[in-house]
C-alpha cells in the first residue's frame, strides 16, 4: 500500500486534516494542482476565525506563526435588522476573551500549506488532479493522467463544495443555490472601528463589516446575483460611498483598498459524510451560508474530530474502515447541522419581504438583546460549538 490516507483538495480543511496527523505513524498523501496565493496588500478574502478554530491551529502549530500584526480580534458585535431591531454581543459580557479573530485566508493556507511540506509522513502530490476512483475491499486506487495510480486505506475527499471525491463515491448531497453571491472588498474607515463588527439585515442583502488591524474592515455583502453584480461594476469611490450608506455612516467614509471580488453561495449538505473507505471534510461535507461566519470553522473542527479518531486507533486497525470512519461521522453529526438550518433559517427569514415577518424578527432581535441569558448562550454556542 503506498498510503494510509490520501487526502484530496489542499485548501484550508485538507491541509489541516494532513497537519493535524503530524507526529503519527500514518503515511498521508495531498493532492492538490494550486499552491496557495498570498495578497500583496491586504487579502480581500478573509475568515472569523472562532476561538475553538483558534485553539485548534494553536494545537497543530499554525496560530503561532502569524503575523500577530495582521490579525483583529472581534471584541463586540452589532446586529441590526430592517426595521429598528438591534442586537449585542459583547466578548466581555459573555465572560470570554475575544468572540472570534479576523485572519486573511492566503496567509492561514501559506502556513498551513508549509507546514505540511516540512512533515516527514506527507507525500505532496501537486500539478494533476485524479480522473479516477476505484473502491476495493481492502484500498482505494487513485488514478491520474500523467503518473502512475497511488493507493491508499483512506481517501479524505476535502475537495470544496463541487467535490469529485463525493460524486465519485457516490455520497448524495441535497445542493441549493442561494442565487446569492457574497462581495467582499477592504476599505480604509475614516472613525475607529474598535474592534466591533457589525451586520446589518437590509432589504438588499446581508452587509457585514469585519474589524481588520488598524483602521481598516473586511466587508461581505451577500446579496441576490443581481445586486452583487451591479456592486462590482462600480468604481471605486462609488462602491465605497454606496458601503458606507449602507452602514448608516458608523465608520464615517469609506475608501476601498484593495479588489472586490464575489464568490457564489449554496447551502449542501450529505445525508452522512462517510462511506466504507471515503470521508468528508471542510465545504465537501456542508456548504452553509457566511452570514455566520461558520464555514471554515466547521471545517477545521471536521480536520480535527477526523485526525483525533485515527490517532486513537490501535496499530492493526484499518483507518478506512466504515467502523472507524462512523464513529467519526457521529462526532461531527449534530454541529454542522444546527449551524446549517440556523444560519439557513435567518436568511430566509430576513429574505422574506412579508411586512408581518418584519416586525417578528425585529422584535426577535430586541427580544434577545433583552435577554441576557439567551444572548449570552448564543454567544457562547457561536464560539465553542456548545450551550
Ligand atoms: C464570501 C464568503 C465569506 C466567508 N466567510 C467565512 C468566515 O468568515 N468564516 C468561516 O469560517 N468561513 C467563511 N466562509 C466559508 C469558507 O470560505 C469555506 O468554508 C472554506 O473556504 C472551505 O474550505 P475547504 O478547504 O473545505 O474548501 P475549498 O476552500 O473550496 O478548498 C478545496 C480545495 O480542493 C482543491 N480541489 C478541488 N477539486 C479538486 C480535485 N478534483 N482534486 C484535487 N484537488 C481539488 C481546490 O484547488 C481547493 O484548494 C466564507 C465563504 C464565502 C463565500
Not at 494542482?33 to 494545537?59: C, I, K, M, N, T
Not at 452553509?288 to 477526523?306: K, M, T, Y
Request: net charge neutral.
Amino acid at each position: 500500500m503506498d498510503f494510509d490516507l490520501i487526502i484530496v483538495g489542499g485548501g484550508l480543511a485538507g491541509a489541516s486534516v494532513a497537519a493535524a496527523l503530524q507526529g503519527s505513524r500514518f503515511r498521508v498523501a495531498l493532492v492538490e494542482p494550486h499552491p496557495p496565493v498570498v495578497a500583496d496588500g491586504w487579502d480581500s478574502r478573509v475568515y472569523a476565525v472562532s476561538p475553538s478554530s483558534a485553539e485548534f491551529l494553536r494545537e497543530i502549530g499554525i496560530w503561532q506563526h502569524l503575523d500577530a500584526g495582521r490579525i483583529a480580534p472581534v471584541q463586540k458585535m452589532s446586529i441590526h435588522g430592517d426595521a429598528g431591531g438591534t442586537l449585542e454581543f459583547s466578548a466581555y459580557d459573555s465572560g470570554l476573551p475575544e468572540l472570534a479573530w479576523i485572519v486573511e485566508s492566503g496567509r492561514i493556507h501559506r502556513e498551513l500549506w508549509e507546514t505540511v511540506r516540512r512533515q516527514h509522513n506527507v507525500t505532496m502530490l501537486g500539478g494533476s488532479v485524479p480522473d479516477s476512483m476505484t473502491i476495493e475491499r481492502d484500498a482505494v486506487a487513485l488514478g491520474f493522467s500523467d503518473r502512475k495510480p497511488v493507493y491508499g486505506r483512506l481517501v479524505v475527499g476535502a475537495d470544496g463544495v463541487n467535490s469529485w471525491v463525493r460524486t465519485r463515491a457516490g455520497i448524495d448531497a441535497e445542493i441549493t443555490p442561494y442565487e446569492e453571491k457574497g462581495v467582499v472588498a477592504n476599505f480604509r474607515c475614516e472613525h475607529d472601528h474598535r474592534n466591533r463588527a457589525f451586520q446589518w439585515f437590509r432589504p438588499d442583502g446581508i452587509l457585514a463589516l469585519l474589524p481588520l488591524p488598524g483602521r481598516m474592515v473586511s466587508m461581505v455583502w451577500s446579496c441576490a446575483n443581481g445586486h452583487a453584480d451591479l456592486l462590482l461594476a462600480l468604481d471605486a469611490e462609488t462602491l465605497a460611498r454606496r458601503v458606507g450608506e449602507a452602514a448608516g455612516g458608523v465608520l464615517g467614509a469609506l475608501e476601498l483598498v484593495s479588489v472586490a471580488q464575489a464568490f457564489p453561495l449554496r447551502f449542501m449538505r450529505v445525508a452522512s459524510p462517510v462511506k466504507a473507505r471515503v470521508a468528508l471534510v471542510g465545504d465537501a461535507a456542508h456548504a452553509i451560508h457566511p452570514l455566520s461566519g461558520h464555514g471554515i470553522n466547521l471545517g477545521f473542527q471536521d480536520a480535527r474530530a477526523l485526525a483525533q479518531a485515527l490517532k486513537a486507533l490501535p496499530p492493526w486497525r484499518d483507518p478506512g474502515d466504515i467502523a472507524v470512519l462512523r464513529g467519526y461521522a457521529r462526532t461531527r453529526a449534530e454541529e454542522p447541522f444546527l449551524l446549517q438550518y440556523t444560519t439557513h433559517g435567518l436568511n430566509r427569514l430576513f429574505g422574506s419581504g412579508n411586512p408581518i415577518m418584519s416586525a417578528l424578527r425585529n422584535a426577535g432581535l430586541n427580544l434577545t438583546d433583552r435577554l441576557p441569558v439567551v444572548r449570552n448562550a448564543l454567544v457562547r454556542y457561536a464560539v465553542s460549538g456548545r450551550f
